[in-house]
């Protein structure tokens, strides 16, 4: 499998990306690396990177509206030493948490075509094959969470995405669904800084501190 970020296995999106670099000439406009503790058991799948957010900083949820809540809810629950993610070298650090997405570089309108989902996914699939103490999977949305299934040979009707949704694997790891934190879920309320906590108390009855 070829490396993360010399991947441009799909056309569209490495297409894409060098137009953005070419427009953007600081913007990290690559494949976007997990981040996080390595031997972290929480493990939080996004859909992919935002334009002015990772696909900027070159690190998940950083720089874009959709970190703000996740990341002041990592702080609030014990994940992160700061409830602010704005540049890699700010010194955020998580604790027993890692962040990745189901598709590594940034989609045009921030829509992935499936093809291009199903190419990303062996990344995915080998991220949890070499995470041994991941006991709890997020998946911010739809799209993250059948990517979640695609990566664990999980066929797409075993689990049925809603928000707050709890389904356990066949490896034992337990999959719980949240609505994505996206300006658009927050604005219209669909997604509430209270129920994106309550997904967060459940994760922590999994997980104790």
């Given at each position: 499998?070829?490396s993360?970020?010399?991947?441009?296995?799909?056309?569209r999106l490495?297409?894409?990306l060098?137009?953005?670099?070419?427009?953007?000439?600081?913007y990290?406009?690559?494949?976007?690396?997990?981040f996080?503790?390595a031997?972290?058991?929480?493990?939080?799948v996004?859909?992919?990177p935002?334009m002015?957010?990772?696909?900027?900083?070159?690190?998940?949820?950083?720089?874009?509206?959709?970190?703000?809540?996740?990341?002041?809810?990592?702080h609030?629950?014990?994940?992160?030493?700061?409830?602010e993610?704005?540049a890699?070298d700010d010194?955020?650090e998580?604790?027993?948490?890692?962040?990745?997405?189901a598709?590594?570089?940034?989609?045009?309108?921030?829509?992935p075509?499936?093809?291009?989902?199903?190419s990303c996914n062996p990344?995915?699939?080998?991220?949890?094959?070499?995470?041994?103490?991941?006991?709890?999977?997020?998946?911010?949305?739809?799209?993250?969470?059948?990517a979640?299934?695609?990566?664990?040979?999980?066929?797409q009707?075993?689990?049925?995405f809603?928000?707050?949704?709890r389904?356990?694997?066949?490896?034992?790891?337990?999959?719980?669904?949240?609505?994505?934190?996206?300006?658009?879920?927050?604005?219209?309320?669909?997604?509430?800084t209270e129920?994106f906590?309550?997904?967060?108390?459940?994760?922590?009855?999994?997980?104790p501190?």
């Amino acid at each position: 499998m070829t490396s993360l970020l010399d991947c441009t296995s799909c056309h569209r999106l490495a297409t894409f990306l060098t137009d953005v670099r070419q427009k953007h000439a600081d913007y990290h406009a690559r494949p976007v690396l997990p981040f996080g503790d390595a031997k972290a058991r929480l493990l939080i799948v996004g859909l992919a990177p935002g334009m002015h957010g990772a696909n900027r900083s070159g690190r998940p949820f950083t720089g874009d509206y959709a970190g703000i809540l996740l990341y002041e809810t990592l702080h609030q629950f014990g994940f992160s030493n700061r409830p602010e993610s704005v540049a890699r070298d700010d010194g955020l650090e998580l604790r027993d948490c890692r962040i990745t997405n189901a598709v590594k570089c940034l989609p045009p309108e921030n829509k992935p075509e499936p093809s291009e989902i199903r190419s990303c996914n062996p990344y995915l699939a080998e991220e949890l094959r070499q995470s041994p103490d991941i006991r709890v999977i997020l998946a911010l949305g739809q799209v993250a969470h059948k990517a979640v299934l695609m990566a664990t040979g999980l066929k797409q009707s075993a689990c049925t995405f809603g928000h707050g949704a709890r389904h356990e694997l066949p490896d034992g790891r337990i999959l719980i669904d949240s609505y994505h934190c996206s300006r658009y879920n927050t604005q219209t309320r669909r997604l509430t800084t209270e129920s994106f906590h309550d997904v967060f108390r459940a994760i922590r009855a999994e997980l104790p501190a």
